[in-house]
Antibody, heavy 121, light 108 residues
Framework: QMQLVESGGGLVKPGGSLRLTCVAS????????MSWIRQVPGEGLEWVSY???????NYGDSVRGRFTISRDNARNSLFLQMNSLRIEDTAVYYC???????????????WGQGTLVTVSS | SFELTQPPSVSVSPGQTATITCSGD??????ACWYRQKPGQSPVLVIY???KRPSGVPERLSGSNSGDTATLTISGTQSLDEADYYC???????????FGGGTRLTVL
């Protein structure tokens, strides 16, 4: 059974940094595309970043240049390094397995339980 | 930039059919998918590749995608279908992912 468990969220001051981790199990992580999605409490979903199995990466406009996605296949782990954090980055961050089919698109399944990041002074 | 538009809310009576739309330029040219999210829970995929259901999703849920509109249809709506529903598709201009704003389904 595919499972994703996020960790690393917490309270951080504006301008600070945080590193999120997502540990995968139940599937071949090294062959999988992965993604981070976030959700401000009470609001909608926002795609943050993805990384393919061959390490192609992309970012949403609101985080490009500040966030970095990476993976460690030996540890079945996905990471999100978040720098220069802003108050508007406050959200629950989910990791998800990304079923990407080229230019036709793809979908996220499954999702982790999420980890809350709060940016506040 | 590519955007997906959903109605903020849809109401339906128990046993009736609920229809949630998702609109975007030439959305029918790419895969649309749908997620259900209940309060305090993570989103769950309910429709992918326009009209396919993951295992465990009841046949009451169906999807279609043509032209500029993708549609999620829930037949015989039950109280357990009350949730927020999000559509999602690919933005080929940025090679990124776009979500609709979400629709809250209320079963009255």
């Amino acid at each position: 059974q595919m499972q994703l468990v996020e960790s690393g969220g917490g309270l951080v001051k504006p301008g600070g940094s945080l590193r999120l981790t997502c540990v995968a199990s139940g599937f071949t992580f090294s062959a999988s595309d992965m993604s981070w999605i976030r959700q401000v409490p009470g609001e909608g979903l926002e795609w943050v970043s993805y990384i393919t199995s061959y390490n192609k990466m992309n970012y949403g406009d609101s985080v490009r240049g500040r966030f970095t996605i990476s993976r460690d296949n030996a540890r079945n782990s996905l990471f999100l390094q978040m720098n220069s954090l802003r108050i508007e980055d406050t959200a629950v961050y989910y990791c998800a397995n990304f079923q990407l089919f080229g230019e036709l698109g793809g979908w996220f399944d499954p999702w982790g339980q999420g980890t809350l990041v709060t940016v506040s002074s | 930039s590519f955007e997906l538009t959903q109605p903020p809310s849809v109401s339906v009576s128990p046993g009736q059919t609920a229809t949630i739309t998702c609109s975007g330029d030439n959305l029918g040219d790419k895969y649309a998918c749908w997620y259900r999210q209940k309060p305090g829970q993570s989103p769950v995929l309910v429709i992918y590749q326009d009209n396919k259901r993951p295992s465990g999703v009841p046949e009451r849920l169906s999807g279609s995608n043509s032209g500029d509109t993708a549609t999620l249809t829930i037949s015989g709506t039950q109280s357990l279908d009350e949730a927020d529903y999000y559509c999602q598709a690919w933005d080929s201009s940025t090679s990124g992912v776009v979500f609709g704003g979400g629709t809250r389904l209320t079963v009255l």
